[in-house]
């Protein structure tokens, strides 16, 4: 239960810290947001997004998607994360990099659908993953 509490806080944490990126990206205040980012994946999650965008299909799969150790709400949060790294660079015309971390994403969006159990169905989960499917099939 102590786990699960601590798990609910970092989220908190998290979502709070998500929400102050959202404002800045609303504002139109670019700068600086791709590090932000970063920062906030390496300190929130223990993640670094910006060597897992390097890495190549396989190496994502065995670095975040089989790794045990691995929280699936911390994988939906990084999910989401790469998700709004892939919307930045689509604002900033780096389409390379947009379609890099949207299809990271849409592999852990399809893993996290993939190990749902028949009682619960996560319909976030399933609207981003049709969302960036139907993104990525566009280019």
Known sequence: MHTRDLLTAQIEVFGKLLAALLLRRKNNSLTNL??????????????????????????????????????????????????????????????????????????????LLDQQNGLVYDLDLAFRYNFLKKILERQ
């Open 34 to 111: 791709e590090t932000e980012l970063f920062e906030l994946s390496k300190h929130q999650l223990g993640i670094e997004v910006e060597a897992l965008l390097k890495e190549d299909d396989a190496s994502f799969e065995q670095t975040i998607l089989l790794n045990q150790a691995i929280a699936p709400e911390k994988k939906k949060l990084l999910a989401w994360l790469l998700q709004e790294h892939c919307e930045l660079k689509m604002a900033l015309d780096d389409f390379e990099q947009a379609r890099n971390s949207a299809y990271k994403a849409l592999l852990l969006y399809r893993h």
